[in-house]
C-alpha cells in the first residue's frame, strides 16, 4: 500500500493544467494508490472466467492471450450490436466539454484522463480506428489510434478510476453515459483475464457462498444472533429473525456490508427492530444472502448470475414480494436489470403493505420495494410510534447515494424518513445533492485499501460539500442509504472532514422507533449515550 | 496543431471550386453534379447511420433520472426529468432537443485553497449551442425560399423577421450576426479554455471552420459582391425540378459557397454532427423510467450458468442443519 499524503498537501497538488504532449502520448502511470490490485486466480477459475494468472499491472508482460487483439475486436463487434448505447456514444460524443468538470476523480485529480470526455475517448479512438469509415480514411487525423499493449494498460488504469456514478451523463447534451461506456470497457478487458481483485473475490464468494464477503449460513446466523442480543440489551425487547422461512410474505434482501462492519450493523439491527415490531411475516435468506451485485463491475453475464438468485430463493421460498434494503448499486440492478434479466416474476404478487393497505404499483412487475419507500408508507400512515428526540445528539445531513440518484430517482423517500426520525436535518449545498449528488469516490468496486489515495481523491467533492454544512451548521452525521458509502465514508470523513459519523438511514429509524415491551432506553445502537442520560 | 489541420483542409476546399469552376469554368460539375451527388450521399448516408443504429439492440431499460420517481401518491415526482410514461419520456426529450435542457444545468467548478470546491451556475455554453443551432436553422429555413415558387409565406415572413433591424441595403439578418458571434464563440474556447484544447480533435475545427466558410461567402454574396439572385433562383429551382440547367452570369463565389455547402452535405453523415440523428436514439434519454412497473425485454437475454439452491443446499446441508436453518433435504 501507497503512502497517502495529508489531506492539506493533497488538495494543494492537484493541477488542472493538461500537459503539453498530446494525451495519446502520454503512457499510462501505474503510480501507488491509483490502481487496485488483479483478480486472483482462484477467483477467475470459480467463475470460469478467462485467463487466470498471477500479474500485476506493474509488469511489463500481462501475460495476455495470444490472439488477444482479436478477442478484443470481436468482443467489441459483439457488443456494438447489442448496445445501441454503446454504439450511439461511440458515435455523437460533440467534445463539448461540458461532462469534464462534473466527474469527481477529475476534480480530485486534475488528470485530463479522467474527464469523461477524454476516459471514453479512449475507447472511441480504437472504435474509429476499427470501425469507422471516416477512421479508416483519415487514420490519426480523425482521432483514431492502433490497439497496442499500452491502450490495453490506459483501459484498465482509467476504466478502474471511473465509479459509474453517472453524474457526467446528467449533464451531457446527449446524455453519453461514461458508466455505460466504463461497463462495456470493463466486459472487453474481462475477456483477457483483467480485472481487479476487489471486485473479482465478492463475486467469487457470492455465487459461490451467497454474499459478497463470503459469510457462510451458519456465521450469518451467529451474526444476527449476536445483533438480536444487543437489541435486547439496549431496548430490552427480545427478537427473532426468520431465516430460510418457507411461506414468509416478503423476503427481506440486505447487502451483505450491513451485517459485517459498523457501521453498517447498526443500520441492520434498526431493519431487525422494525420488521420485529410491525410484525411483518418476513424471512431473510442465507443463499441470495446478496442484496449488492459486484457482477455489475464485471459483465451483464456476472451480474445475472448473482442476481438469478434472488428471484430463485423468491419462488422456492413462495413469497409474495421482496424487500430491498439500503444500497446503492444494488438498486441500480434492481429498478434497471433484474426483470429484464431474471424476470419475469409473475409467481409473486403486487407488492402490498400489509400494514396500510398500500399498494406499490411502481414496482408491480418486479415485486421489489425499496425499504425507504416501505418505512416512509408506514410512517406516513402513523404506523410507527417514533422519539425522534432520542436522535437529538445527531445532527445529521443526507449523502445521495449515486444509484438510487441517478438509476431511480429515490430521492424524497429517505428525506422523510429522515426528518421523521431526526429532529435536526441539514440539506447540503443545493449542485451536490439529488440528482447532482457526488459520488463517494470508492463505488463500482474501487472501495480497497490500496487505491485509497485515489479514493481520497475522487471522494473530495463529496466531503468537501459535508465540510460547508460542518462548519456552518455544526453536522455532525451523514446519513445515507448505501452500503458501499457506509464502508467507504467512514475513511473519507476522517481523511477531509473529522468529526462526522456516517450512518444509515435505518439506523436512526432504529433509534427513533419506540417499540412495544421495550424498556427507557440509556442508549442509541452504538452504545452511546442518550441526550440527558450521560454520566 | 489540430486547428490548424481543419483550418489548411477547409482553404483546400475553397481553392477547389475557385480553380474548378472559376478558372477552368466547370459550371455543370460545380452547379448541378456536385450537388445533386452531395445531397445524395447526405441524404442516405444520414438513412444509414440511423438505420445502423436502430439494429443494435436496447437491451436494458437505463435512463439517467434527473429527479424524483414515482413512488407514493403524497411524493410529488419529477415528471419531465424522471418520467414513468412514454409521454413524460417525449416531453424530456422535446425539452432535451429543443432547448438542450441538459447543457442548460451546466456548472462550472472552482477550486480555491482551503481546498473549497464550488459550482456556478454556467450558461454560456447553452447559450452559444442555442444561438448557433437556431440561427442555422432560420438560415436554412430562409434559403427555401431558393427551392420554392411561388415562396411560400412562412418562408417570406421568417426573412422579414430576420431582416427586422432595416439595417443597410440590403437589410442585414439577425441570424448572420448572431451565428458568427456563436461559431466564434465555440471557436475560441476550444482553443482558450486548456482542457478543451487538450481533447479537441481535427475534426472538432473542421466543422467549425467550414460553416464559417460558408457563412462569411453567403455574407460576401449578398452585402459586397452581389451576385444576381435572379440566376441562382434559376439554377436552385432547375435543380429540385430535376431540370438542372446552368445559368450564365454566375459568379464563382457563388460556387465556393455551393461547395462548401456540398462538402458539409458530405461529411455530415461520417462525423459527429451525426448527433443530430443520434440524440434522439440516446437511452440513457428516450426512455420512461418505468422498469418495476413495466417489464422490459432484452432480445438477446440467455440462460447463463447459475449456482442452483439444491447445489448450494448440498455443499452446505451440516452447516445449515446445525444452526437450526430449514433444509429441502435431510
Known sequence: MSKLPSSDNLAGTIDYRPPRKSWMEVPPEFRPGTWSYPGKPNNLKALDLPNPREWSPTDDDWQLPENWQEIIYEGFMDRLEKYRSLKVFMDICVRCGACADKCHYFIGSGDPKNMPVLRAELLRSVYRKDFTTA???????????????????????????????????????????????????????????ININWVMEPVANCYKIGNHLGIPPHTFKDIVDFMCEDIEEITGVKIDVPLNKKGADVLVVAPS??????????????????????????????????????????SQEEMKRLNAKIYAEAERLGVKWILGCECGHMWRVKNQYMDTMNGPADFMEVPRNPLTGTVFHNAKSTKMVHITEFTSDLIKNNVLNLDPSRNEHIKTTFHDSCNPARAMGLL?????????VCNNFVEMPEQTIREKTFCCGSGSGLNNEEFMEMRMRGGMPRANAVKHVRDNYDVNMLSCVCAIDRAALPPLMEYWTPGVDVCGVHELVGNALIMRGEKERETDLRGEPLPGKEG | ???????????????????????????????????????????????????????????????????????????????????????????????????????????????????????????WLWLGAIAFHYSFLVIILRHMRFFTEPVPLPFEFLGTLDGILQVGVP?????????????????????????????SLPADYFPLYLIFAIVISGILMRYFMRTDIIYIKELTMGIVSFSPTVPSGIGVLFYIHLFLVCSLLVYFPWSKLMHLGGVFLSPTRNLANNNRMK????????????????????????????????????
Open chain 1, 412 to 420: 424524497d423517500e429517505p428525506r422523510y424518513v429522515i426528518q421523521n
Open chain 2, 1 to 123: 496543431m489540430n486547428a490548424l489541420y481543419s483550418l489548411v483542409l477547409v482553404l483546400a476546399l475553397i481553392l477547389v471550386p475557385l480553380l474548378g469552376a472559376g478558372a477552368a469554368g466547370w459550371h455543370t460539375l460545380f452547379g448541378i453534379i456536385i450537388p445533386y451527388i452531395a445531397v445524395a450521399i447526405f441524404l442516405l448516408g444520414f438513412i444509414y447511420r440511423i438505420v445502423k443504429w436502430g439494429r443494435s439492440a436496447v437491451p436494458f431499460r437505463i435512463p439517467t433520472t434527473g429527479g424524483q420517481q414515482e413512488s407514493h401518491t403524497w411524493i410529488e415526482q419529477n415528471k419531465l426529468d424522471n418520467p414513468s410514461t412514454t409521454a413524460g419520456a417525449v416531453g424530456r426529450m422535446i425539452l432535451e432537443i429543443l432547448l438542450f435542457r441538459s447543457l442548460f444545468r451546466n456548472t462550472k467548478m472552482e477550486h480555491h485553497p482551503g481546498p473549497k470546491l464550488s459550482y456556478g451556475s454556467a450558461k
Open chain 2, 295 to 330: 417489464r422490459h425485454i432484452n432480445p438477446w437475454n440467455y440462460p447463463v450458468k447459475v449456482h442452483t439452491y439444491e447445489e448450494w443446499e448440498d455443499e452446505n446441508r451440516e452447516l445449515l442443519k446445525e444452526a437450526g436453518i430449514p433444509v429441502e433435504k435431510e
Open chain 2, 171 to 199: 437589410s442585414i439578418f439577425l441570424t448572420e450576426i448572431v451565428i458568427l458571434g456563436a461559431l466564434l464563440y465555440l471557436f475560441l474556447r476550444r482553443v482558450v479554455v486548456p482542457q478543451l484544447r487538450y481533447i
Open chain 1, 257 to 298: 456490508g450491513d451485517y459485517f462492519a459498523d457501521p453498517g450493523t447498526y443500520t441492520f439491527m434498526g431493519y431487525l427492530m422494525l420488521l420485529h415490531e410491525i410484525g411483518l411475516d418476513y424471512t431473510f435468506s442465507t443463499y441470495a444472502a446478496e442484496g449488492g451485485n459486484f457482477g455489475l463491475f464485471i
Open chain 1, 135 to 193: 477512421g479508416k480514411i483519415l487514420g490519426k487525423l480523425s482521432g483514431s489510434r492502433g490497439l497496442t499493449t499500452d491502450v490495453i494498460k490506459e483501459w484498465f488504469l482509467y476504466f478502474y478510476q471511473c465509479t459509474e456514478c453517472r453524474r457526467c451523463s446528467l449533464f451531457c447534451p446527449y446524455g453519453i453515459d461514461t458508466a455505460e461506456i466504463t461497463m462495456m470497457a470493463r466486459e472487453l478487458l474481462n475477456l483477457l483475464g
